[in-house]
């Protein structure tokens, strides 16, 4: 039923203090980043704090096969609970507020509702997922992916990681190889906050960001094979140059995106060429190529066409090839009922909002198989991320977090039928 929002709001300076506490774990030096790679020393030290904090507001803590953490809160009804969280793990270069402002801002929304001795109608969760960069272990996602069970816990545990190690073992290494079974329970409803990762919202002057879905993502590693030779002595017309293919290939996709239109985008983010010589014809190019667009039937498309140019491109220079999918997901639509409470929630607290997808792939995207999902985003100066310069201000910190508490006090209160309607 239509609920009157809560008179309270986060504390933004315990938020601002968890942060940065936070973020002095795997600190870049000479930064305001950090780096803590899922499973790694920095990692596990991430997790013990945040631990820390939960256990320190008396929640009910459960760690499952995967290493994901869930802490909650009683309500004044048994059930599933409204669930809001994020990731901690880090790119190499990583910010403070990716992945780690959504854990954190939830802790918050629990502590005030806590604080000021309100019981919501139905349980309360905050969790944070394993490796949802996927910079350490591939896919991206890949916590949040199992707990919702669109990946074995026994696959996951044995990824190899970029640097040699397996996935299971350091779980086990780092004492997050939990009890707690996967595919998890499933949520009444789950709502991250996050920043946006982009320019738009900046740009704009908007202040809340209503994620209405995810861009579907495609992932591929292509190693080239060619012939390595002198540089010097070897005629343009007798070469079988890798590198060569490579460049096409770069060229190639960023025509593509820019003939499609927004939202299409095309990377390559990823280049290693052997023996990686100034004088020497390369042997072999290795690289990635990230596709993304929120229509299935477009990112298909740009599959189709990335294909047909790397075979024709392959066989004309005389090199050969072989594709690896290191990742591969559909554009995710999120429940619109949670979407329009999103939105409608930041305009009743006084704050521009914005109906947008996310160009970034989220924990949310996962949770969204199986149980009404939305995000919330705030911007990001100068669209940064993935970089220690990553910046948000407080006061845009303050209204997503203000926005995320009033949208889980109204989802504890409500059924599905009334969320797009409650009186938030």
Known sequence: MPRTALALHVDIDRLLGRLAALAEIGAIEGTEGCARLALTDEDKAGRDLVVTWMRDLGLDITIDGI???IATMA???????VMCGSHID?????????????VLAGLEVIETIKGAGLIPSRPLAVGFFSDEEGARFQPDMLGSLVYV???SLEEALDIEGIDGAVLGAELERIGYAGAAPVPGLVPHAFVELHVEQGPVLEVEGITIGAVEGVQGISWQELTITGQSNHAGTTPMSMRRDPAFVAAAITTFVRDLAL??????VATVGKIDLAPNLVNVVPASATFTV???NTDEALLQEAERRLEAFVAATVAAEGCSVETRTLARFEPVIFDPSVVDLVEQTAVDL???AKRMPSGAGHDA???ARVCPTAMIFTPSKDGLSHNPAEYTSPSDLLAGADVLLQVMWALAATEPHDWSTANV
């Open 75 to 81: 309500g004044a009804t048994d059930g599933p609970p």
């Open 350 to 352: 006084g704050h521009s």
């Open 290 to 292: 990230d596709l993304r």
């Open 149 to 151: 069970g669109g990946m």
């Open 365 to 367: 995207q996962m949770l």
């Open 259 to 264: 003939e499609f239109g927004e939202p299409q």
């Open 67 to 69: 290493g994901n953490v």
């Open 90 to 102: 880090t790119v190499r270069t990583g910010g403070r507020y990716d992945g780690n402002l959504g």
